[in-house]
């Protein structure tokens, strides 16, 4: 069965190649009107890691080639960078970025959500530094591991979440991504397509859920597919039995979905904003009248500005999607760990555990309980770790960037 998916997508539209809003100075390339030379070196596997692109031997970045356009002979006698180091650097500060989302930001990510979850707190750690001092102290009593679990369990539920994007995509009309002409009918049916496997993954997402929580004390080493095991046995009713609150699998089907959808059209559309106006801005700064200053210093600058854009996008989407939607999460892990006789870590101090015997009725009965007993920031328990979240994301992305610009300029 032959793929539908295109050569790039980013967000809700599609990032044509030969699109001039977004081609910034890529050559039209086109495999009708192409050579067989230039066929060789046309790569038509799209990257998976942000700032990737265009690093392939024998190719050099939109931007690069930009400069190289009208900055006249000063900049076209500047010698680029080796190789090796084009070709890799990209590849090496996407692989960071995506460490820090998903190995650094671990601790961030379970100390929120056992906020979130523990409706006993008086604390709702709002501030970064309260919510700092208590993962000291959880981490001094059960020792490092106890903000790390439960992270193979979330790298499998990313694993289940795109291998059922791609596996529904391919045996149903409906689009993976979207053409530079979409219409309304394709939107629906690429928003489908997502809900659908929001719902699939919904069971593995509630188990590695309960891992993330859970007390390091009272809990036992599960393996990585402990989470696959668990999620197929909350399908068929099997496994470690729950409390009569556990509320049933399609009862949680339209909160996450809800979450789901309304994070990435949030995340997808903020990326399109900023990558447009970082296109913007490059292309008022690679003007002639600009260029030519420094050919070395300009040329650093260009191939910055080839790998970061995408990374600052997605940085800016992520953070954007999850203060807005902070509240909905909420709600949607506390229906999520209702009845699944958790015991997670006291976050008032972080020498304790306690016990979640919430009795939710659904989701509209759990926003008014929280609005009632908890008041408006009931919804933002431990929005501080969101705060440490992105800063320490927003240092990473600095230290890489100063650290490319050194090696480019050494080279």
Partial sequence: MSSRRPDSFDGLGYRGREDPSYAGGYSGRSF???????LQHWVTTPPDIPGSRNLHFGDST?????ALAGAGDDVQSAAPPPDQLNRFAGFGIGLASLFTENVLAHPCIVFRRQCQVNYHARCYHLSPMTALSVMYNVTKTQGPKALWKGMGSTFVVQGV???????????????RELSHKWNPKQIVGHLVLKGLTYVVAMPFYSASLIETVQSEIIRDNPGILDCVKEGVGRVMGLGVPHSKRLLPLWRLVF????HGVLHYIISSSVQKLVLYFLHCRNRSDTSPKRVGRDSGSETVQNMLDAYFPELIASFAASLCADVLLFPLETVLHRLHIQGTRTIIDNTDLGFEVLPINTQYEGMRDCINVIFREEGTMGFYKGFGTVVIQYLLHAAVLQITKMIYSTLLQNA
Avoid at 161 to 175: D, K, N, W
Avoid at 255 to 258: A, D, E, K, M, Q
Wanted: charged share 15%; hydrophobic share 25%.
């Fill in 161 to 175: 979440t795109l291998g059922t994007e791609g596996i529904i995509s391919e045996c149903t009309p409906l689009p």
């Fill in 62 to 66: 939109p931007q690069f080639e930009t």
């Fill in 255 to 258: 909160p996450t979905v809800l």
């Fill in 32 to 38: 009708n009107n192409s050579s067989s030379i230039d």
